[in-house]
């Protein structure tokens, strides 16, 4: 059976306009300006884009709720542009996309690896519709492109290597070629024709979906029958792990979550530290162990006693997840927030639910294929709401609150973190300038307020880097500052936390060398005298 030719398709050459259009959009809105609200109002052309050149798109109820999900992240998109929003509005586009091809209640694990293959299928879509496009019969010529190539490819190629030899014979000849010149190859040229082709290939991609029916499936649940070996060295290894977990619980309860005073010179934030990040680690171990060796419907899983030490070792997990989070609570109490801590306790969060899923997953004999799609779908929320909440806004209002210089419990005001954040530190700052009663700091806060406000305005001013969020940004400053201005800081020269840059101190005059005293007259005598 003859496939389907692309040419007798109309939709082709409508998909090929919008990857175009979606390139010429691209040009106009990123080379050499600053991303802002712009990169919301492409994602919503590019939904848009696939909407039109994929009709039928919104007849499934899973497609539909993809579209959503892809709006409601280009709004997110238009409101605060980021790598995050991007990615998640990337990911309702690639399963909008997909969705007519796949088959309904498709697990998770199936829905990555076609979207690995969509990804990587489409940076080489273009040229495997153009070798497509190669092998199609010419209506009136009756021969291929690729036959049409191969019939002119050796004459081109003879005529130039003697057109060459000739050239080299007749300066005539090699004068004309000599003053024929080219467009000039320029950087902006090299980048737009780069952005041209990324976008292109970006949106053809979406446009026309590659996909596989073969898949990499899970293993089935009690495939392999554990020995008895096997299943005394698990037994063992629960009850060796729940013993080790529990001295470790033990010191965090004795000193972590009762605030007993640690021995020697170790204080508590040096012990939160310390073990904050390794004991996630071994969480991520423990979970893993589970899924291997306690596989649902194995004889392992199925002993009331093995069930029992993994319950409590769980619990043990949970237990070690809540004092890392208390650890990195008191670390944060001691020093400062940070939008990597707010992500590295979220993260934590999600291990415990991981290992909450894990143990119900042995307990209830649910699948795999049960268990990553729970994890997936806990994430995908968690990641949306981070994409909506500015965590660097929420990291300067705590620690403006609890700095020492305003009475607060936490280390000394970093200034030059706050100047890091840029503008979701602008109203916190702004916030701080009108309060402290220091005058050393509201110097300092009012150098630092200056650069970013000047930052932020000087992106709104550009209908490219404009935003909504720095726009409400502004209108709070300006609410915030009626009727009580803002005092400009002192002149000069400042470090990154606002301290002003002491002046060198004066060269030092060297000293002149002692004039040399004044030659004496030498003696002379008079002839005869």
Known sequence: MVRTSILSRSSFW????????LAALADLFFVWHEPGSTVGLF??????????????????????????????????????????????????LGIAAMSARVRAAEPAWAWAQRLVVLGA????????????????????????????????????AGGAVFLALFAAANPLISDFFAGLS???????????????????????????????RKLIALPSRGAARSSPAL????????????????????????????????????????????????????ALLAGLFVLVALQPGSDTAQRPLVRRLVVVWVAQNIILVASSLLRTADYIEAYALTRFRIAAMVWMALVGVGLLLICWRMLRDRPGHWLINAN??????????????????????????????????GVELD??????????????????????DDPDLRDRTAAVRREVLAGVRRGQGEWRGWTWRDQRRLDGV???????????????????????????PPAAVPALPPAPPPASEPLTSSAGG
């Open 182 to 212: 080219g467009p000039a190859l320029s950087v902006d040229g090299v980048v737009r024709a780069g952005l041209w082709g990324v976008v292109a290939v970006m949106s053809w991609g979406a446009l026309r979906p590659r996909w596989r």
């Open 478 to 504: 300006e609410a915030l500052t009626r009727g009580r201005p803002l005092s400009p800081p002192k002149p000069g020269p400042r470090h990154l936390d606002g301290r002003l840059i002491p002046p060198p």
């Open 121 to 156: 299928a489409g940076l080489v879509g273009p040229l495997l519709d153009l070798f497509r496009l190669s092998r199609l019969k010419r209506r009136r010529a009756g021969r291929s492109a690729m036959a049409l190539l191969g019939l002119l490819l050796m004459p081109a």
């Open 231 to 282: 299943t005394t060295s698990i037994t063992w290894s629960l009850i060796v792990f729940n013993a080790v977990f529990a001295l470790q619980n033990g010191l965090d309860i004795a000193f972590l979550w009762s605030g007993a005073p640690l021995p020697g010179d170790m204080g508590l934030a040096d012990y939160a530290h310390r073990g904050a990040y390794p004991l996630i680690v071994t």
């Open 43 to 92: 994602a919503l052309a590019w939904l848009a884009a696939l909407a039109v050149a994929r009709p039928g798109l919104l007849r499934g109820r899973r497609a539909l709720v993809a579209v959503l999900a892809a709006a409601v992240f280009a709004l997110v998109l238009i409101d605060r542009p980021g790598l995050l929003a991007w990615a998640l509005f990337g990911l309702s």
């Open 415 to 436: 200034l030059g973190y706050l100047r890091s954040l840029g503008a979701p530190a602008l109203v916190s700052l702004v916030e701080l300038e009108q309060t402290t």
């Open 14 to 21: 409508l998909k090929a306009g919008l990857a175009v259009a």
């Open 376 to 409: 997936v779908a806990v994430s995908l929320v968690v990641l949306a709401v981070i994409s909506v909440v500015d965590l660097g806004a929420v990291a300067a209002a705590w620690n403006i609150r609890h700095a020492r210089e305003v009475g607060g419990r």
